[in-house]
DNA sequence: CGTCTCATTGAGTTCTGTCAATCTAAGTGG
DNA sequence: CCACTTAGATTGACAGAACTCAATGAGACG
């Protein structure tokens, strides 16, 4: 794939991810890119974006590849708090706080688009849509956090595994990183059990029930749900999906 | 206390709140409260202002009491997600998503500023910051939704409860609902349990511990910190502090 | 004085984490 | 091509944490 054709599709990310949100027209798609998309970087597995306590003024939209939003206690115990994929963003919250509350780390290589927050907050008064669709977004990662509370609080080790896996799948499939029934996880079992609040040796004994019941098949990395129906189930899931947001008429052209 | 003085101490607690986001003119207020505070709305303690599936379009700014926001599994397993103060939102990320994840109940009796989506849609457009107001208090809720996250998943429940009881207190303290190292709780430990994932008795325990080892009093509902240092080492808490946003001068007049 | 809700305590059981060993696959260097 | 190394997956034994169930206390209210 020549680098060219891989930017388009790159760039197909930010648009697919906002097309739930509303049309949005070629040249607000150019002053999107224009005023956000100034500055494409890359990172390495393992490499850090945000670390907790710095002061951020950034805010960096991903393109490609995995990260996670995670904290770790002083004793080590670590948590983390969301994977952040392919059209997430990244610098939220931390560039409206003081100072960044958590560390984003990138799970694999990424690729993502740079801003600085000045910006964004320009093309916000300039385009007030795209200030309604950062709320927007930051409404849809709240509901997956508000899940993630209640995979850790309520949900049994077996229940909140099931949920996670069915979540990733489809947050990938949004975006076009997912096949029908199947993705590809680019991680240890230890980040799943640190997202899972579980012990490896635990959340390792539930994948092995979950395949045991001929609900999921891992070969490597990947992940195959068998009985999607079964798992649905189990998890209680309940798909995400985003409103479309009314705009004003007088604005509509924009 | 005259009604018209309530009113006033109450209309404090939206500004109280957004004061922190950057300074608010009085025509800004104005503004605020004609597009915004339209309607005044009561509702008695245990009515759910929304409800899990429900479509939603209207937003809600709660002037005074408690609400919390949660979720309940098909065997009443029930888990809340978090507690919604003064000044807070409610209807976000519902009004924004095709239907209610979760519900929102009213654990005292409320007072709420009500608008359509629709009404506080036009407003971002006419005035951008009130977008991005919105952003700021959606990213200080991510914020405190990843500190919950991270009390349920790998917190020990003695350290999640002081982490709550400090968030709780904090996030008073910054409407004026709460004393210097005091406040009072409106709700039964059952919800704390449920805010916790944790049962009933054992929250019982732990409150008992905290208050053996000298870190909290509590008489009926009255919570007292008697030594904060050691309570927020054990927690490892730490307080959100807010960004002020920056603002493009062209449009600082607004 | 009875009733109700909620807080508190105790006993026993289950779940889940810890620790440690083993297994597996993918490198790596010779 | 093979021995060696290493990261990660898997399994087992065991201890301790937290839950469930059930009983009791305490206060509010009619």
């Known amino acids: ?3 060219a054709r891989l930017e388009c599709t790159q760039a197909q990310t930010v648009v697919r991810r906002l097309s739930a949100f509303r049309e949005l ?3 607000a798609v150019t002053a999107l890119e224009k005023a956000v ?3 494409i970087v890359r990172a390495g597995a393992g490499q850090d974006l945000v670390s907790e306590g710095e002061q ?3 805010i960096r939209i991903v393109l490609a590849g995995w990260l996670s939003r995670y904290k770790t206690l002083e004793d080590g115990r670590r948590q983390i708090v969301n994977f952040v994929l392919p059209g997430d963003v990244v610098g939220l919250p931390g560039s409206f706080l003081d100072r960044a509350a958590a560390s984003v780390v990138a799970l694999t290589d990424v690729r993502v688009r740079s801003c600085s927050l000045e910006a964004f907050v320009r093309l916000s008064f300039h385009l007030p849509k795209f200030g309604l669709a950062l709320s927007w977004l930051a409404a849809q990662e709240a509901a997956n956090y ?3 509370i209640i995979d850790v609080g ?3 080790p077996i229940e909140r595994l099931a949920h ?3 979540e990733l799948h489809a947050r990938l499939a949004v975006v076009k990183f997912a096949e029908e029934s199947a993705f590809t996880l680019p991680f240890t079992q230890e980040m799943m059990s640190d997202a899972l609040g579980l012990s490896v040796p635990h959340l390792n004994r539930m994948l ?3 395949r045991n019941e001929g609900m999921i098949a891992m070969s490597e990395r990947r992940v195959e749900f068998l009985d999607l129906k079964a798992l649905r189930q189990l998890a209680q899931f309940q798909p995400l999906r985003p409103a479309r947001i009314p705009v004003p008429e007088e604005y509509e052209l924009d």
């Open 1 to 3: 794939m020549s680098t």
């Open 146 to 148: 508000a899940e993630h």
């Open 154 to 156: 309520r949900r049994t």
């Open 25 to 27: 027209s070629e040249s």
């Open 208 to 210: 092995a029930k979950l």
């Open 37 to 39: 998309g100034e500055r």
């Open 56 to 58: 951020l003024d950034r």
């Open 164 to 166: 996670l896996l069915l």
